[in-house]
């Protein structure tokens, strides 16, 4: 889900200031994601960045906190696609290696599939632009990966009951985003919806760091950071969803790289 657009905006009053969020409706017809930038500002919704950093540090120290953060231009979320292509991209590969241990979690990345290809229609129903291509990388990425499971010999990891519970209420949470007339709620039910879809594989990578490869996790998680430092506004819609990517995506690489299942359980055995 992108930031709202700078279109529009309304002038900061004394008394009030407003934000853009995201807002998610549905119609009879068909699913839609309006952008708004009249929405009433609160500080657990979102906030433009001078008035986190006035809170947060007070307003002396504000001004030198906005200049310093390493805000970038929006043309680097391009550079962003091109990492995540990456890290996919050599994920495949391993996938496909002869006496290749890697399998992925089908139920995560066929999840991670639907819910990048549902965002990004929403999106481009909306007009929304060139912006909804970083969207339907968060689709078209996994999709290749979910594809790739199928054709290579022993490609998936096995399913279990915990991770059949897991797709289901990942599942739930996708419906409730459908449904949902609060904006704010349903934004974050697809958020808690994707890191479900996650679960089955963050505990493979500590179960098993063997059948995991780092690349594209670590790729995405500089991918998704590199997209919450090119946002103009930090709000709960602009920043929640690649936020809660960059987190897990950063804490799998993590497992898989240093294989830290594996050393607790052999602890465990010594002692």
Known sequence: LQPASKSGDVPLGPSHELVGLVRIELTTSSLSVTRSNRLSYSPYRGTNLH????????????????????????????????ISAYGTFSYIRAI?????????HRITWGLWTVEGILAFISEVQQHVGVAALTTLM??????????????????????????YICGALSVLGLIYWLVSSQPLIGLLSFVVADQLAAIPTLRKAWLEP??????????????????LLTLQKFTTAGASFPGAICVVDAIVAFLV??????RVRQTKITA
Request: with cysteine.
């Open 51 to 82: 008035h986190l950093a006035r809170e947060l540090f007070g307003p002396q120290r504000a001004q030198i906190v906005c200049n310093t953060l390493p805000m970038l231009d929006q043309r680097f979320i391009y550079v962003a696609m091109t």
């Open 96 to 104: 496909l290696a002869k006496g290749s241990t890697v399998r992925p």
């Open 138 to 163: 968060l689709g078209l990425m996994p999709g290749l990966v979910l594809l790739v499971t199928f054709i290579a010999k022993n490609g998936s990891w096995e399913v279990t009951t915990f991770d």
């Open 210 to 227: 063997e059948s995991e490869q780092y690349a594209p996790f670590l790729m995405g998680s500089i991918y998704t950071g590199i997209t």
């Open 257 to 262: 790289i240093s294989k830290l299942g594996n």
